[in-house]
């Protein structure tokens, strides 16, 4: 394990302990170019670190009241479901594939949070059971096919469907994320069994970031921080679609 490798598990909790989001979308880059996992088994890994991580922060969130119980029940149970069957296809799919299409949904998500649109009206928190099902099936969908914890989806999800303020948003998209994660692991915890010692040192390492990253989260501009990671999910994206892309043609 070297230094690169402890350092970007070190910033996948610091993310998601500012935001909510983020560390999860650059762990299975991580895990396959600097920690040198074949993609289809860091999957599994990934899920791991990305759940031990997002259960803690929520944790810390859910006591200080940063948490809406009816939508983590909501996108939990609907995710779980969907993150189960998304974890079915990537076997199915071959590795350059899987990470051109991580790499594509990386690009959009670097856009989504770059330009950032300002919230809306502060409205009473309302998650209706139809539409927190359906957002959340789709979000678990991709969480379990390519091992991301959906919190950049999550959270523009829980605002918009559940119209929850954006600090709550944020601890109860941890939440989700640490239920998703658990089931696709469990879907996947075959290809991951092989890899234990790295995966609880990459869990432990995004654990302290976590810790950090909730301490700081009421302390910086976490918009200029979005944007800052915003910058760092687009470049990862067009390195990994530019080591995979090649490959396809």
């Given at each position: 394990m070297n230094a690169l490798a402890i350092s970007g598990?070190?910033?996948?909790?610091?993310?998601?302990?500012?935001?909510?989001?983020?560390?999860?979308?650059?762990?299975?880059?991580?895990?396959?170019?600097?920690?040198?996992?074949?993609?289809?088994?860091a999957v599994g890994v990934s899920l791991f670190v990305v759940g031990i991580a997002a259960l803690l922060g929520a944790v810390q969130r859910a006591r200080a009241g940063e948490f809406h119980a009816r939508a983590s029940l909501l996108f939990a149970l609907s995710g779980m479901a969907g993150a189960t069957v998304g974890a079915r296809l990537t076997p199915w799919?071959?590795?350059?594939?899987?990470?051109?299409?991580?790499?594509?949904?990386?690009?959009?998500?670097?856009?989504?949070?770059?330009?950032?649109?300002?919230?809306?009206l502060s409205l009473p928190a309302e998650c209706r059971p139809m539409r927190c099902l359906l957002a959340g099936t789709g979000v678990g969908l991709l969480t379990g096919?390519?091992?991301?914890?959906?919190?950049?989806?999550?959270?523009?999800?829980?605002?918009?469907?559940?119209?929850?303020?954006?600090?709550?948003?944020?601890?109860?998209?941890?939440?989700?994320?640490?239920?998703?994660?658990?089931?696709?692991?469990?879907?996947?915890?075959?290809?991951?069994?092989?890899?234990?010692?790295?995966?609880?040192?990459?869990?432990?390492?995004?654990?302290?970031?976590?810790l950090l990253g909730s301490f700081f989260a009421s302390r910086l501009p976490v918009k200029n921080l979005q944007k800052g990671f915003a910058l760092l999910v687009f470049a990862t994206g067009v390195y990994v679609l530019w080591q995979n892309g090649l490959s396809l043609v």
């Open positions: 598990a070190l910033f996948i909790g610091l993310s998601l302990g500012l935001t909510g989001a983020g560390g999860s979308i650059i762990t299975l880059p991580v895990l396959v170019y600097v920690a040198g996992l074949p993609a289809k088994e799919v071959p590795a350059p594939v899987l990470m051109t299409l991580f790499s594509l949904l990386m690009l959009t998500v670097a856009l989504h949070m770059w330009l950032g649109r300002p919230e809306g096919f390519i091992g991301v914890g959906g919190g950049f989806l999550l959270v523009p999800a829980l605002i918009k469907f559940a119209r929850l303020p954006q600090r709550i948003a944020t601890g109860t998209s941890l939440a989700v994320i640490a239920f998703n994660s658990a089931a696709g692991f469990f879907s996947h915890v075959g290809e991951a069994t092989a890899h234990w010692p790295l995966a609880l040192l990459f869990a432990g390492m995004a654990v302290v970031g976590v």
